[in-house]
């Protein structure tokens, strides 16, 4: 069903703001290390400018979350995917998906995908959703957290390379969990089609 009709919005949507989360860290450790080793206005305008990006893609991905609860609750929906919920077999669609993920000796993405799932039975997908929501809103704490250790470091030269690789490292893991929800979502939604 995904081949045919590919992850639905806004859950796919809501996946590629996550895996730009990632990218922006990217981008900001590459920005900030070419900033200490030449500190240049342009290098600081660029920093500044994705630290911006990268708390906007944040603020939609959390308004994307906000809608899609509210929505679900009037539709109905998370009725119907926890009902799916309780029908999936984890076994059976992590055998099947693995295929295509397993290719780390820690297939972390098939080990998400499962935690998910069972979450989702355990506390149910709105409540799974809820708890996502409350992951986008730390991430934006952890890149406010690291936009001010930046501007500090900028004006006193002190070099904060621990808050850097934490920050860079939270951001990086993003994908691993909220990108994944856009498959995990699928499944329930393509269950009985």
Not at 47 to 55: C, D, P, Q, T, Y
Not at 68 to 90: F, K, P, S
Not at 182 to 190: D, E, G, R, S, V
Request: some cysteine; aromatic content about 10%.
């Amino acid at each position: 069903m995904i081949e045919q009709r590919g992850f639905p919005d806004p859950w796919s949507t809501f996946g590629e703001c996550l895996s730009w989360e990632s990218a922006y860290a990217v981008q900001l450790k590459q920005a900030i290390d070419q900033a200490r080793k030449d500190s240049d206005e342009q290098l600081g305008k660029t920093v500044s400018g994705l630290f911006a990006s990268k708390a906007r893609n944040l603020n939609n991905a959390h308004k994307l979350l906000e809608d899609v609860l509210v929505e679900y609750d009037q539709n109905g929906m998370w009725q119907v995917l926890d009902e799916r919920a309780t029908r999936l077999d984890i076994d059976d669609v992590s055998e099947r998906w693995a295929r295509g993920l397993v290719e780390h000796p820690f297939p972390i993405a098939l080990l998400s995908l499962q935690f998910n799932w069972r979450y989702m039975k355990q506390h149910g997908v709105r409540a799974f959703y809820e708890m996502t929501a409350r992951y986008v809103d730390d991430l934006a704490v952890n890149t406010r957290r690291w936009s001010e250790a930046w501007t500090t470091e900028a004006a006193t030269g002190i070099i904060d390379r621990v808050t850097t690789v934490e920050c860079d490292l939270a951001s990086e893991e993003a994908p691993m969990h909220c990108d994944i929800c856009k498959k995990t979502i699928t499944a329930l939604l393509y269950l009985d089609e």
